[in-house]
């Protein structure tokens, strides 16, 4: 992915440190298709529990599209693994996957294509060394909780095909839902760094 676009409001993000995207907690989703949307977001934990509007909560986001083959070596499946595992080289990321429920009868392989990218990410990332948990969120919960107006209120929209957006979508919900869980569920699915609670 490219460098975090940065929207920190309150100059938490230390833009002078190598390894700032490796240190905040992060989340990192994937919105699964012939064309899948990529999105991470760094946020600020004390932000969340304390309640502050998401629009203080977020810190920086990356997006990117796959495209191309699911599998293989330069699959999109192989370079959303490579992603997670680099995000994941220190505490804080949790990986998500939208969740997929037909309600129609097409057993096109297009239309298939996120169960098997879904899968196959799920699979991949469950049988390394130390297991990465994929979580689900469903596509109409994302969108009906933020809409492209939020999207745009929050510094975050793309303008173009949604996949990117429906990415970015799933990572503000978790950030919504994060609250509500409490701290000791935030620290299951993120880790704990002292550092972020100063």
Not at 36 to 60: M, R
Not at 83 to 112: D, H, I, K, W, Y
Request: aromatic letters at 10%; proline letters at 7%.
């Amino acid at each position: 992915m490219k460098e975090p676009y940065i929207i920190d409001v309150r100059d938490r993000w230390n833009r002078e440190a190598e390894d700032e995207a490796l240190w905040w907690p992060r989340v990192l989703w994937i919105d699964p298709g012939t064309v899948s949307g990529v999105a991470c977001i760094w946020f600020d934990p004390n932000a969340i529990f304390d309640d502050k509007p998401i629009g203080v909560q977020i810190l920086a986001y990356q997006e990117m599209f796959l495209s191309g083959p699911e599998i293989g070596e330069a699959g999109q499946v192989s370079r959303f693994i490579a992603e997670a595992l680099t995000l994941g080289t220190e505490t804080g990321l949790a990986v998500g996957c939208e969740s997929f429920v037909p309600r129609q009868l097409n057993m096109s392989p297009e239309f298939l294509s996120p169960v098997r990218i879904a899968s196959a990410v799920s699979y991949g990332l469950s049988v390394l060394g130390k297991p990465v948990p994929v979580y689900r969120q469903s596509p109409s919960d994302a969108l009906r909780t933020f809409t492209n107006d939020r999207l745009r209120q929050v510094r975050m929209y793309t303008p173009g095909p949604d996949h990117v957006n429906d990415a970015k979508r799933h990572c503000l919900l978790w950030l919504r839902k994060l609250g509500g869980a409490g701290r000791e569920q935030f620290q299951e699915m993120h880790g704990n760094e002292k550092g972020w609670w100063a």
